[in-house]
């Protein structure tokens, strides 16, 4: 099982430029989401989804946009990139959202 | 809203000493618990869960957690670390019905 895999690992983007974060799990998972990591502030929702065609906004949802037309892929999109979207993102899958997540890997991106 | 607090941003310790990591969390309801370790530059692995049932939580890598309802709190504790430990430690939250509420985070560094 490849678990969750997100790609690309590293990203580096110019102010205004759009790019989209792949996330995709096999394992069937209903619920899936997506986190930003910062220094000092652990790790914050930003979108999550509870199955194929459903949504939904978290904490900092703001800049960001997703859609969920399979259960395996997750894709986070990313409008128009700012300096204050420098992070690490995580996407995470859980078969039951209050059972424990399975995390990525990760994706460092710098906004210059 | 539901909070999640982790007293110590920085932990150091001996390798082979005792560590307790601290977690306490706010909520009305019944949550939750969970105790991820995130290694450098890798993504999040659970350590352990609390649902419901026995106080005491075992989980991976020798850790294991004390829940305790009065005092809205999990630490995490490990009686005798080793190098191998350092890295961050994330205290995180499931209210009923709603998503994963995490800590900042403590990062234990083990000293030779």
């Known amino acids: 099982n490849a678990g969750v895999t997100q790609t690309p690992k590293f990203q580096v983007l110019k102010t205004g430029q759009s790019m989209t974060l792949q996330c995709a799990q096999d394992?069937?998972?209903?619920?899936m989401s997506w986190y930003r990591q910062d220094p000092g502030m652990g790790l914050r929702l930003i979108h999550y989804?509870?199955?194929?065609?459903?949504?939904d906004q978290g904490e900092v949802p703001n800049g960001y946009n997703v859609s969920r037309s399979t259960t395996e892929d997750f894709p986070l999109r990313l409008l128009s990139a700012a300096p204050s979207q420098t992070s690490v993102y995580f996407c995470?899958?859980?078969?039951?959202?209050?059972?424990?997540?399975?995390f990525g890997s990760g994706t460092r991106l710098t906004v210059v | 809203a539901q909070s999640v607090t982790q007293l110590d941003s920085q932990v150091p310790v001996f390798e082979e000493a005792p560590v307790e990591l601290r977690c306490n969390y706010s909520?009305?309801?019944?949550?939750?618990l969970f105790w991820y370790v995130q290694y450098p530059n890798q993504g999040l692995q659970l350590l352990l869960k609390?649902?419901?049932?026995?106080?005491l939580v075992k989980g991976i890598n020798g850790f294991e957690a004390e829940f305790n309802k009065s005092l809205t709190s999990i630490h995490l504790r490990k009686p005798s670390v080793h190098i191998s430990d350092t890295a961050e430690y994330f205290c995180?939250?499931?209210?009923?019905?709603?998503?994963?509420?995490f800590g900042p985070g403590t990062r234990l560094s083990v000293l030779p």
């Open positions: 995470a899958s859980s078969l039951q959202g209050n059972k424990g997540y399975t």
């Open positions: 394992m069937n998972h209903e619920y």
């Open positions: 989804s509870v199955g194929a065609g459903i949504t």
């Open positions: 909520s009305s309801v019944s949550v939750y």
């Open positions: 609390y649902l419901s049932g026995s106080t």
């Open positions: 995180a939250a499931i209210p009923y019905g709603q998503n994963f509420v």
